[in-house]
């Protein structure tokens, strides 16, 4: 059996016509298994709602789960005007009847939320989950109308995880047995549609993978049955040299390595959940990007090996970072010292980006968020500590170590010696990474784009 797994993101799944070409593009194939995220800004509002509501604003919190009713109810209408089938009203009714559930439920976890002033993070993925278990359901149902075997199945029988809300971890072995389900309904003649990014703890609540997570969930789900390849439908023609909507000069690249990709997708290409290349090396299955809306174009293959003889592949960046510096009371020895700090960070679950160190002194670049002031009050036991929050973090990715002279000598032209408050290099890695203002973040990637695939 030949099984390809397909997935298509936010923009892919933003309205009836885009839905239309997702139907399309599946009919090539032989054995398709469809993951779809929501449709486009319904997570974030999903999240949002769930906020309103914890802070006292139920009123707003139900103005915006109304929005994603009327916006799923009028998608379905618009579909099914455009592609009439005699079994219209069934399907029509058949969908209604699930948006209206899922709101009935939404409501239910809204009103408890602000009865509570709490949203914890069970009921935070939740809410959250919403979005995707709707759009694969509609968007089965809309297969229907266009005459083909299309079946929804319910993401929770199959992606299982621990109980890590908002970041869930899966249950390899558990998916792999459940997975064998959708060979049968292959075997019957339908193409599978599952909803991406969530799962389910062991009693049973929903959990989600984290953002960007149906990417994750399509690389899961490709690993456990074997599938021939990975597609990732989006709307751009694969992974560029750096962020094509910001950096105007990157290119796409033809072909990156499983290691080189996710390095790019950890240190910010959002065209990937960094996790996503993980399932599918494992097996050896190759993963290509694909752009939705220019679909003969052969985007990005990721596999074991590149042919790429490139001094250096892409940047990647992020902003929204912090730099914590901490120095020690006294000269300690440094293992000490530096353990004292690691088991801080470890116990608030923080993962460092980039460190640089001295036996008494150490700088750390990590994403910045609410946790950083209990990471502040731990560290003091150890030494004084600086946190320094409005940072952005630039990765040269995939740098030869013999154009190392070069690069490092083109950053500091590009960059110029001020802008740049931590360097660091790893020849394992092959990862030059820079620390800068924030507020430069973008710019200095430009630039530094510009400086090195001149
Ligand atoms: P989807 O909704 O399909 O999951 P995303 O918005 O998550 O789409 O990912 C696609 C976006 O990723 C692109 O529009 C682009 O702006 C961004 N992106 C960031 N870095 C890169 C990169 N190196 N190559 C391609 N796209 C990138
Ligand atoms: N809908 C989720 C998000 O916005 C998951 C995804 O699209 O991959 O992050
Ligand atoms: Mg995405």
Redesign the pocket.
Same mark, same amino acid.
């Given at each position: 059996m030949n099984i390809t797994v397909l997935?298509? *993101?936010?923009?892919?799944?933003n309205d009836h016509q885009t839905w239309r070409k997702v139907l399309e593009i599946i009919r090539n194939y032989e054995y398709p298994v469809v993951v779809v995220?929501a449709t +486009?800004r319904t997570t974030r509002q999903l999240i949002e709602a769930g906020k309103s509501a914890a802070s006292g604003d139920l009123e707003q919190a139900l103005e915006i789960v109304e929005t994603i009713k009327n916006r799923h109810r009028e998608l379905v209408e618009h579909f099914l005007d455009e592609n009439p089938h005699q079994k219209k009203r069934l399907i029509k009714e058949s969908c209604f009847k699930k948006i209206d559930e899922k709101v009935g439920f939404l409501k239910k976890m809204l009103q408890y939320a602000a009865k509570k002033n709490d949203l914890n993070p069970a009921l935070q993925d939740s809410i959250a989950a919403v979005g995707e278990q709707v759009s694969s359901y509609l968007l089965a149902q809309c297969g229907l109308a266009t005459n083909q075997l299309t079946q929804h199945i319910e993401a929770k029988k199959l992606i299982k995880t621990d109980a890590e809300y908002g970041v869930a971890n899966p249950n390899r072995a558990l998916i792999n047995q459940k997975c064998g389900s959708i060979e049968t309904v292959l075997d019957s003649g339908f193409t599978p549609i599952i909803g991406g990014f969530y799962g389910e703890a062991p009693d049973g609540t929903t959990t989600t993978l984290g953002f960007?997570g149906?990417?994750y969930t399509a690389s899961l789900i490709g690993g456990a049955i074997h599938a021939q390849a990975i597609e #990732?439908? @989006?709307?751009?023609s *694969? #992974?560029? @040299?750096?962020?094509?909507?910001?950096i105007e000069d990157?290119q796409? #690249?033809d072909e990156l390595s499983y290691f080189d990709a996710t390095e790019?997708a950890y240190f910010? +290409?959002?065209?990937?959940h960094p996790a996503t290349l993980k399932p599918a090396q494992e097996r050896n299955i190759p993963v290509f990007?694909k752009n939705?809306f220019k679909a003969d174009e052969a985007g @990005?293959r990721i596999g074991r090996e590149s042919a790429s003889t490139k001094d250096f592949l +892409?940047?990647?960046f992020k902003e929204n970072m912090a730099l914590v510096t901490v120095s020690a009371y006294e000269t300690v020895m440094g293992y000490s010292f530096l353990t004292k700090v690691f088991a801080a960070l470890e116990k608030l679950r923080l993962p460092v980006d980039a460190v640089n160190t001295t036996e008494a002194s150490v700088t750390i670049a990590l994403q910045a968020n609410e946790k950083l002031s209990e990471l502040s009050q731990a560290l003091i036991e150890v030494g004084t500590v600086h946190i320094d929050g409005s940072k952005g973090l630039i990765s040269l990715i995939g740098c030869k170590l013999q154009a190392m002279d070069q690069l490092s000598e083109k950053v500091f032209k590009a960059l110029g010696d001020n802008a740049v408050d931590m360097i660091t290099f790893t020849k394992e890695k092959r990862i030059l990474s820079v620390v800068v203002n924030e507020n430069q973040t973008v710019y200095a990637s430009r630039l530094l784009h510009r400086s090195v695939f001149a």
């Open positions: 997935k298509f *993101g936010g923009t892919s799944m995220s +486009a960007e149906s990417d #990732i439908w @989006t709307d751009v *694969g #992974i560029y @040299t750096s962020d094509p909507r910001f990157a796409p #690249i790019m910010g +290409a959002k065209v990937l990007v939705m @990005t +892409a940047i990647s």
